[in-house]
């Protein structure tokens, strides 16, 4: 009799395949293969009349979900039922955290199995996969008990709120417990940006010395020369610092060309880095964003074909941790590469956050006993590139330190202060092999300097400047935010940015999240309507408490209880029902509304539907005033991609001012 091993992907399952050999089959499940139901039409019959049944989960009842197969995952099932009933054992090899333990169970259920075997790996090797077979397990129910947690939670948010949205605004938009969240992140920084002041200010620098090094002037009299960090978000500048003018700032140039600059201070301090951890999921998306300009969800389709083609290790996890295999892997590898002194005496380890960290399992790194080279996996494109950032990453958080030492000048020019400021690396450790950090343009390696010297000015010049507008996430600044306010998990952030994309709710420009009408609209409704949707501590509960499931300190009808019946659902049904309004600080009198959900401009009086391509930031007071009088007006910013623009919206009659719209027809999604 064969042994029955049953994975998620055909890729997985041919690799597999080959290394297990004969009296094994493995076949493929395709990812789930039991669901709550996505449709009414999903429904089965006796359940069609339950007041539940739409919504998959039977609240009145310990939150009983209705699962059921799609009917594309049907003739998978057949398959696999007929596979099991001619093996002489099943193994469940799905992926070894919770949603790979959800796979296995519903697999069992679904196959009659009454003790199920699991079989866990963390990288398809020969090694693994043969070990993983030797030393199986049964299901662990903690896990599942998490997954179908948080799989209920999001089922009850997301059809609780988004009905309150398809009402308030229009059809088409969705809500959710951690897209939702993260939308609020994006559109608090949009309405900071809206609200911001810009000021302009005068930096005045000197180059001094033969070799010369550039000092900025910190004070003038003793007064402190204003800075962006001197002014607020309305524009004004704090008491005590002095704002020049340009008058000031051309005076102040010219003296400085006349005089030699005396050297008050040196103050050199000696500097260390250690090299950053191991990959995890989140930071390997950060990474991935920055240095080779992928999407999250880019980055995870490409590591899962990595995975599954055995290159690397299980690419969802919090753990930055590394097996004593791989250390010394990672050791040999810097040694070979760099020298028997690239590594420290002693091997480093890296510790989870928190002990559920996906389960436990190892950082992303490169497999085997001795990894190869990117040179030697034969991989090309964007595969290649990926395995490259987590070799060198893999292999860098072994080695030593960066060493080096900072220098803090201060110079006086008569009773003009100057700060200069330089770094010299001494040693460079592990950037050898791995550097994220982008070169500060004001770096500079200053010459050997005395304090008591006298040096030249060779030139003086006075730029002006403008303080920044609070800086919109990038998705690798979101993935960061996320993960440190505990909102959603590192293996869901690629899908959380792809919906709000989908929705219409962001867009892309110049590599930031922008949040477009749509987005902002959505928002301000939540915020006033279910805020607790909106909070990110709130979502970070939530997290914990599937935490404490999977550890076995919580039970999921405890989360389940306390979470819905006390907090969300009295929210949901005390909603108003009544459509949003924008103020805009910058334009008093117009507001943005909605009508026949879309984003309306409306004032005095008029009103005019805001292009689809029109951000929040593009429009100004001349823009607003050519929309209300009708103007056809050119586009102001790069056009949405189609994907990013909501589908199923329809025009109604124009109202001439904001209203609740008609309770549109419910969206079979």
Known sequence: MTTLVLVESPSKARKIAAYLGQGYQVRASLGHVRDL???????????AKEPWARLGVDVAHGFRPLYVIPK????????LRQAAERAGRVILATDGDREGESIAWHLAQLLGLKDPERMVFHEITPDAIRQAVAHTRPLDYRLVGAAETRRV????????????????????????????????LLAQREHARLNFVAAAFWRVTARIGQPTFTAAVTHVNGQALATPKDFGPDGTVNPGVLLMTPEQAEKLVAFLKARPAAVQSVEATPFS?????????????????????????QTMDEAQRLYEGGFITYMRTDSPGLSDEATRAARA???????????????????????????AHEAIRPTGRAFRTPAETGLAGTQADLYDLIYRRTVASQMT????????????????????????????????????EEPDPDEQALPPIQAGEMHDVRDASAERRTTPAPRRYSEASLVRALERQGVGRPSTFASILSTLATRGYTTVRQRQLVVTWLGLLVTQYLGRSAPDLVDPAFTAKMEADLDRIAEGQLTRLECLTGTWTDSLDPTFRRAPRDAPTLALPKLPGVVVGVRGGQPTLFGDGRLATLPPDLLPEDLTPELAQALLAGERVPARSRRTPKA?????????????EPHTPRTPRRSKG
């Not at 594309?72 to 398959?79: I, S």
């Not at 990013?644 to 001439?656: L, M």
Request: glycine share 10%; no cysteine; charged share 25%.
């Open 401 to 436: 330190d960066l060493r080096g030492t900072r220098t803090q000048v201060t110079l006086a020019v008569g009773r003009v202060t100057l700060g200069a400021s330089g770094r010299v690396i001494t040693d460079p450790g592990f950037t050898r092999a791995y550097q994220d």
């Open 72 to 79: 594309a995952k049907a003739g998978v099932v057949k398959e």
């Open 333 to 359: 590898a810097a040694q070979a590469a760099h020298g028997p002194d690239s590594v420290p005496e002693r091997p480093r380890t890296y510790a989870p956050k928190t002990s559920t960290a996906q389960e």
């Open 37 to 47: 139901p996505a449709k009414k039409e999903d429904v089965p019959a006796r359940y």
């Open 153 to 184: 939670l999001d089922r009850l948010s997301g059809y609780g709120a988004s009905p309150l949205l398809w009402d308030a605004i229009g059809p088409g938009l969705s809500a959710g417990r951690v897209q939702s969240a993260a939308l609020a």
């Open 644 to 656: 990013d623009v909501p589908k199923g919206k329809r025009q109604r009659k124009a109202r001439g």
């Open 273 to 297: 880095t250690r090299p950053p951890a191991p990959f995890t999921t989140s930071t390997l998306q950060q990474a991935a964003s920055i240095q080779l300009k992928l999407a999250p969800k």
